[in-house]
């Protein structure tokens, strides 16, 4: 009666929509669960402890060979607890620690904001999610597109991306207090 391509059509057929369904329910319910544990209202403190500007003239750091950039580093500490974003359905947690900034300098732009990243890492488990950081070095050198970043107010936030293995991304941030200004580099004092 039936062929049997036409017996393998209905049940891979089944089967796809069987797994859609559940990846859907699997997705839904792994957010509710974050949702219901607060993952938006983590704990946790950021310090930082100084800034350091430096001119470089190389293209890797955003300047020219004949005219350099102001490049930001900084040492920070770091205290958070990211046990809660795990369950049954995340894969890892990417964590980042930026740095909000108004950039006014901007030609014909008032007040746009920038957001530059100094330090990331990317936590597989739940026994790594307890971040203590002292005296930690900023990863990345942060420069902007105009050549003078001294003097300037930022926002210190520690951001995550919950990854799951089933479902949508997630985003969160853990605020700080903490504002900074980054310091004057060697060639404007």
Do not use: C
């Not at 993952?39 to 946790?44: A, D, I, N, S, V």
């Not at 100084?50 to 930001?72: A, H, L, M, P, W």
């Amino acid at each position: 009666m039936f062929s049997l391509s036409q017996r393998f059509q209905d049940i891979t057929g089944l089967l796809s929509s069987t797994i859609m369904f559940m990846s859907v329910v699997i997705s839904i319910l792994s957010a509710f669960q974050l949702n219901a544990s607060g993952y938006q209202r983590l704990p946790g403190q950021i310090v930082v402890k100084e800034t350091f500007n430096k001119i470089r003239y190389s293209r890797d750091f955003g300047g020219k060979y004949s005219s350099g950039k102001e490049n930001v580093k900084l040492r920070f500490d770091l205290e958070a607890d990211l046990t809660s974003l795990f369950n049954w359905n995340t894969k890892q947690v990417i964590i980042y620690l930026v740095g909000n900034y108004n950039n006014s300098q901007m030609n014909g732009i008032n007040h746009l904001e920038s957001k530059v990243v100094f330090w990331d890492r990317i936590i597989k488990d739940r026994d790594h999610a307890k971040i203590h950081l002292k005296n930690k070095k900023s990863k990345y050198s942060v420069y902007d597109y105009y050549p003078i970043l001294s003097n300037k107010t930022a926002t210190m936030k520690l951001e995550f991306n919950v990854q799951p293995w089933v479902g949508p991304l997630l985003w969160g941030t853990i605020d700080s207090n903490d504002t900074i200004i980054f310091a004057d580099s060697d060639i404007h004092k």
